[in-house]
Every structure is written in C-alpha cells, then in structure tokens.
C-alpha cells in the first residue's frame, strides 16, 4: 500500500512513528499478491463509506467484513469448483456454521449422512438440541435413503465427498437426484476440487476445511464456503455477525497453498494407491479402506467419479484393536508422527476413536464400522519407497 497522499512533515518523533510504514506511491505491480494485514481500511469522507457499503465503490472497510486477500482466496476456490462465489472463514467449522445459520432456523429439517466428520454431527446435534431444527441421519452409501428421509420442512442435505474416517465416495449425482430441489451442501476435504467438483455432479454448496489439503502445508486454520451468489452474499453476513470469518495471513497462506495444489494431489494420490497396496496385504491388518482399491465398497463409484486419483487419505484396521494402535503410534512417533489433523506435507497418522470422532458414542462408532483398531493415515510428499519401508519397519513388531 502506497503513502497517503500529500502526508505533511512532522518534527515530533512521537508523530512520526505514530503515522510510519508507509512507502512512497509506486505504479509497478508486485509478482506475488501482497497480504492486506490491516484491521480496517481508511475512508475519503462520509460519501465513500456510503458508496463502499452499498456496493457502488468498490473497497473494504473492516476486515471482519471483507478483506483483499479473504476476497482472493474465497474466489480462486469458487473458480477452481465452478461456483459463482465464495466466502471465506476461520475454519472448515466456521464455514459449516456460515452455511447453516444462513439456510436454516428453527422447525426446519436437515438430512445428513451418518458418517461424517465427527465435529459436524456435533454441531448438527447442538443445532437440534438448542434450536429446534431436525436431523435425520441415513445411511451415505443408499441415495435413496435420502428421498425417503425428506419432508416438507427439509431444506438441506449434507454429505462428505469422501467420507471420514472410511473414505466412502457419495455417489453424488444419485443423491442429487433423489432429492430433487433440495439443496445439497458437500463436504469435499479430502477431494478437493483437483480430484471431485461437486457442483459439477449436482451439489449446490461445497465447502472445505482449508486448513487441509488446499494450504497442504499445517500451518493455516482456515474454512471455505462455494455456491450461489446470493446465497454466499448472506452467507458472508453470517461469517461476519458470528465472528466465524478468518484473518488476512490465513487467507494469504491459503492462496500461496493453492500454487502447488495439482502437483500435490497427483503426488499423493500415486503414493496413497501404492501404500494400500502394500498394507492390504500384511498379516498385521485385518482391512484397508481406501477406494482405489476393488475391496472398497464404494470403489465402482470412485471409478466413476474420481477420474484424477483417489486421494492422499486412507484407513486400517489393526489387528489387536487400541493396544496395537498404541505401539504403532510409538514405533513411528519420529517419523510418521501421531497428529490430529491431516493433508501436511509430511505423513501423519491419526486415531478416529479419539480424536475427529471421539464426541459420537461407542455404539455409533461400532454400528457405523469405526473400530478402536482403526488407524488413518494422511499420505504427504516423500519418497513411496521410504514411506514403505518405514510402515514395514513399525508393523513388524505387532506381527
């Protein structure tokens, strides 16, 4: 940003330092896209704040309302999903909270899949509990269960690309049609729009914990909401009265991610399939879950739909249940490391059970086939081989 114009000379230090970092006015552009770390955005006068709020000016005034570099992200994902806009917020969290305060109230009705993200079904069931809006959870794999759960009060339904912890892919175009005019809002995380464009197969809202695989670097929390244009305008509203919006370096963060998201996707996906390969076939795994390969019950689909790769994420079941998990942690600690998250550059590993789905009971775990042997494994950036090497090395000692 350039110096104010004509800034009078000062002699007091203490007004200097006050009013400084300012450049003097340059016309060259800079080769990367500068980062707006400003809480606000000065005015002319009275007429320009009218003009910028009522949208006849283009500008910013609080960054909790809008900011460049939200601006430049939020629209990159919407581009990359073939949305008409985008928002973006502090988390894939914030952005599922913009979305469902800006579509639902009260006595309306929501049909979810019963596998998902763990802190999803928490909102959704403190969304019933606190306000009275109904869930009803059916089964993913069935997109006729979807129809079957709708009523005249249903106003959205939610589904995860490929879900979490079993890398399930929805079978997208069914459920958008067994719904019929019924929105679907897709969860599409672990795809991203390199692998799945959700809208393309029906989907009317995609969002994505960018924190994930569209940084790619573990260093960001950040959200991203796509869709209508309307609808994202109110959704933004929302993201700003809640305080679910994000900061400008996250923003910055998450669009400097994005210049190596193809490369990154391909890479993972070849290592991933390569490793389910190996892992399917030692004697210390009772399952693999991963839907390039034929034993996955949804891999007719993903053959369908994925036509990039399936994806950096994957699933075992250990034999020897949590106690096996836990020396396996302990083997690999330095080197495919236990970390709640997912989508770094480097592997980690992560423990449904007790972490991304430890807020739903023991039966639904059970009945939804999440057992405590289950591991879940986020593919990074090395070497395949050494990656091999590493698993055989640390699985060796539960055989």
């Known amino acids: 940003m350039a110096q104010p114009a004509d800034t009078p000379p000062h002699d007091s230090l203490d007004t200097l330092c006050a009013r400084g970092g300012w450049a003097a006015d340059f016309t060259t552009r800079p080769s990367a896209p500068p980062l707006y770390m400003t809480t606000a955005f000065d005015m002319h006068g009275l007429e320009q704040l009218e003009a910028v709020a009522a949208g006849t000016e283009t500008g910013y005034i609080y960054t909790r309302d809008g900011n ?13 999903e073939g949305a008409e806009a985008g928002v973006a917020c502090a988390s894939g969290m914030g952005a599922m909270t913009a979305v469902l305060m800006t579509l639902l109230k009260s006595g309306d009705h929501v049909v979810s899949a019963r596998v998902l993200y763990g802190r999803t ?3 959704l069931n403190h969304l019933a509990s606190a306000f009275g809006v109904h869930v009803t959870y059916v089964d993913g794999n069935h997109p006729d269960a979807f129809r079957e759960a709708l009523t005249p009060q249903t106003k959205l339904c939610i589904i995860e690309s490929i879900s979490n ?3 399930e892919v929805a079978d997208l175009p069914a459920i958008a049609k067994a719904v019929g005019h019924v929105p679907v809002l897709v969860d599409s995380t672990f795809a991203t729009p390199c692998l799945l464009r959700p809208i393309e197969h029906g989907a009317t809202y995609v969002f994505h914990s960018a924190s994930k695989y569209l940084n790619g670097h573990g260093d960001v929390m950040l ?20 305080g679910v919006n994000t900061n400008p370096f996250e923003a910055w963060l998450g669009s400097r991610g994005l210049r190596t998201l193809p490369l990154r996707m391909e890479r993972v996906s070849q290592t991933a399939a390569h490793i389910a390969l190996f892992l399917q076939s030692h004697k210390a795994i009772e399952r693999v879950y991963y839907p390039g390969l034929e034993t996955h019950p949804t891999h007719a689909i993903a053959r369908r739909l994925l036509t990039k790769g399936y994806g950096g994420m994957l699933g075992f079941d250990l034999r020897g249940g949590r106690p096996a998990v836990a020396a396996l942690f302990r083997a690999m600690a330095e080197i495919i490391p236990f970390s ?57 000692g539960l055989s």
Do not use: W
């Open 165 to 167: 912890p079993l890398m």
């Open 340 to 396: 709640p998250t997912l989508a770094d550059a480097r592997s980690t590993v992560s423990y449904p059970t007790g972490t991304s789905h430890k807020f739903i009971t023991a039966a639904a775990r059970a009945e939804f086939g999440i057992k405590d042997g289950l591991v879940r494994l986020s593919v990074g950036l090395e070497c395949p081989e050494d990656l091999q090497r590493e698993l055989a090395a640390a699985l060796s």
């Open 121 to 123: 079904s928490q909102l």
């Open 223 to 242: 959200g991203v909401l796509v869709g209508p244009k309307e609808a994202i305008r109110r959704a933004k509203a929302m993201s700003s009265l809640f």
């Open 68 to 80: 460049p570099n939200h601006e430049a992200f939020a629209a990159d994902i919407a581009k990359l």
